[in-house]
């Protein structure tokens, strides 16, 4: 089985500022790791994906992740905050080529001028 | 690429009626399709995993006559909220199984359907 599990569910950043959201992973097999950001109502758009190939995975908008497997964790970050980054952000695992999700709680970036 | 969409984006019905939503894979084949069930401010649920042309698979805890679920081509599944209350309020959300531009299997989603039930 897997899980995700994403500490802070709001993060206020000031526009310019280092954006941190922290998420770490339960699997029992090989994970795939994504993160996925969701504007108000709206679906869900993929920001990057773990594949098992490179750790520091690259993804659209600035945005990047590392897979640590001593720590567990895909930690995405951006260096420099955007107005536009405020949304919900989902960390999400599934087992390797395994379609079905398991989404973290979410976390609500918020970017103060 | 990679494009899914849902229609429709809102509806508000009267409770006891029935609710279809459609997913649509718009430049790909889907063969799995997923819906999914978001509350305000809470994470999205996974309801059912719909493979084209078989039954779709339920989770723990959701009505499956409630819920009917149909997957009848590789680019579209459709919803049915059964004689919707509104305890059903809520938005729903689908997604598609494809090669992402990683190479390997990506959910793309598509933009939700709020349904108010009054």
């Known amino acids: 089985a897997q899980s995700v599990t994403q500490l802070g569910s709001h993060v206020s950043v000031s526009e310019g500022a280092l954006v941190l959201l922290r998420c770490n992973y339960s699997?029992?097999?090989?994970?795939?790791l994504f993160w996925y950001v969701q504007y108000p109502n709206q679906g869900l758009q993929l920001l990057l994906k773990?594949?098992?190939?490179?750790?520091l995975v690259k993804g659209i908008n600035g945005f990047e992740a590392e897979f640590k497997k001593s720590e567990t964790s895909f930690h995405l970050t951006k260096p420099s905050a955007h107005m536009s980054d405020a949304a919900e952000y989902f960390c999400?695992?599934?087992?390797?080529?395994?379609?079905?999700?398991?989404f973290g709680a979410g976390t609500t970036v918020t970017v103060r001028a | 690429g990679a494009v899914v969409s849902q229609h429709p984006s809102r509806v508000i019905c009267k409770s006891g009626t029935s609710v279809k939503i459609e997913c649509r894979s718009l430049?790909?084949?889907?063969?799995?399709m997923f819906w999914y069930r978001q509350f305000p401010k809470q994470s999205l649920m996974l309801m059912a995993t719909?493979?084209?042309?078989?039954?779709?698979?339920?989770e723990q805890g959701v009505e499956k006559d409630k819920f009917l679920i149909n997957h009848a081509s590789l680019t579209l599944s459709t919803l049915t909220v059964a004689s919707a209350h509104p305890e059903d309020s809520s938005f729903y959300i689908c997604?598609?199984?494809?090669?992402?531009?990683?190479?390997?299997?990506?959910?793309?989603f598509g933009p939700g359907t709020r349904l108010t039930v009054l």
């Open positions: 997604s598609a199984g494809a090669k992402g531009q990683w190479g390997t299997d990506t959910q793309y």
């Open positions: 699997s029992s097999v090989p994970p795939y």
């Open positions: 773990y594949t098992s190939a490179a750790t």
């Open positions: 999400a695992v599934s087992a390797s080529n395994d379609y079905k999700l398991s």
């Open positions: 430049d790909f084949q889907a063969t799995t």
């Open positions: 719909s493979n084209e042309g078989s039954k779709a698979t339920y």
